[in-house]
C-alpha cells in the first residue's frame, strides 16, 4: 500500500504571510500517462472535505488562485501565496494511483 | 448544481449491520466519468477511504473493510448504498460519500462530498 506523509502537522500562519505544506508518497505517483494522481484538500471546521488541487498542480474550479500545487513522483508541496483567514482547517494530500486510496495524516493550519 | 446527500440509522449496536444510503442530485449515476466513493472520519481523525463503485456496479473494498462491507447502486433512484456488517464501537465514525472523476481513463479526486452522517456503535 501507498503510504503518504504530510508536514508539518501543524502550521501557524500570520495573515496575509505566505503557507507551504509537504506531501511524500512510498512509491511515485507519476502514472505511465503523465499524470501524478495527487490531489489536496481542506476540511474547515465543522465541514466536509472540498478538492483544492487535482492531479498535483490543477486547481479545481472554484478555488482561488492563492492556492497552488507542485511536484512530481513522490514529493509534492501545496503552497498558499498569502494566508486569509478563511482557509483555516486541515489540509489533506490523497493519491488515487493505486488502489487502496490513501490520505496523509493532515496538516492543521492555524491563523496565529 | 450536483448534491450528495447521506442518510442512515444513526446509532445502532454492537454486531449490527449499518446500512447508509447516498442519494445523488443534479446528475445521473450512470453517466460516464465518475465513480462513487465512502469515505470515514473517526472523531477527531483524519479521513479513511473505504472504496468504490461504479454505476456498472464494479466495487472495490479498502482490505481494511473487505470482510464486512458491501457496495450497490440503484440508477432508477439514483443512489448508491453501502453496508457494513458486525460493526463495533471503532466503526463510530462521520461517514462521507464523494463523487470521483476519472482523468485521462484514470480514477482521481472527489470533487463532490456529502455532508456527511454520523454513526455511533453503542451497546
Known amino acids: 500500500d501507498i503510504v503518504m506523509t504530510q508536514s508539518p502537522r501543524s502550521l501557524p500562519v500570520t495573515p496575509g504571510e505566505p503557507a507551504s505544506i509537504s506531501c511524500t508518497s512510498s512509491?511515485?505517483?507519476?502514472?505511465?500517462?503523465?499524470?501524478?494522481?495527487l490531489d489536496w484538500y481542506l476540511q474547515k471546521p465543522g465541514q466536509s472535505p472540498q478538492l483544492l488541487i487535482y492531479?498535483?498542480?490543477s486547481r479545481a474550479p472554484g478555488v482561488p488562485g492563492r492556492f497552488s500545487g507542485s511536484g512530481s513522483g513522490t514529493d509534492f508541496t501545496l503552497k498558499i501565496s498569502s494566508v486569509e483567514a478563511e482557509d483555516v482547517g486541515v489540509y489533506y494530500c490523497?493519491?488515487?494511483?493505486?488502489?487502496?486510496?490513501?490520505f496523509g495524516q493532515g496538516t492543521k493550519l492555524e491563523i496565529k | 448544481q450536483v448534491q450528495l446527500q447521506e442518510s442512515g440509522p444513526g446509532q445502532l449496536k454492537p454486531s449490527q449491520t449499518l446500512s447508509l444510503t447516498c442519494t445523488v442530485s443534479?446528475?445521473?449515476?450512470?453517466?460516464?466519468?465518475?465513480?462513487w466513493n465512502w469515505i470515514r472520519q473517526h472523531p477527531g481523525k483524519g479521513l479513511e477511504w473505504i472504496g468504490y463503485?461504479?454505476?456498472?456496479?464494479?466495487?472495490y473494498y479498502n482490505p481494511s473493510l473487505k470482510s464486512r462491507v458491501t457496495f450497490s447502486v440503484d440508477s432508477s433512484k439514483n443512489q448508491f448504498s453501502l453496508k457494513l456488517s458486525s460493526v463495533t464501537a471503532a466503526d463510530t465514525a462521520l461517514y462521507y460519500c464523494a463523487r470521483g472523476n476519472i482523468v485521462a481513463t484514470h480514477p482521481d479526486g472527489f470533487d463532490i462530498w456529502g455532508q456527511g452522517t454520523m454513526v455511533t456503535v453503542s451497546s
Open positions: 490523497m493519491q488515487t494511483l493505486q488502489t487502496p486510496y490513501s
Open positions: 463503485i461504479y454505476y456498472s456496479g464494479n466495487t
Open positions: 512509491q511515485s505517483l507519476l502514472h505511465n500517462n503523465g499524470y501524478n494522481y
Open positions: 492531479l498535483g498542480s
Open positions: 443534479g446528475v445521473s449515476i450512470s453517466s460516464g466519468g465518475y465513480y
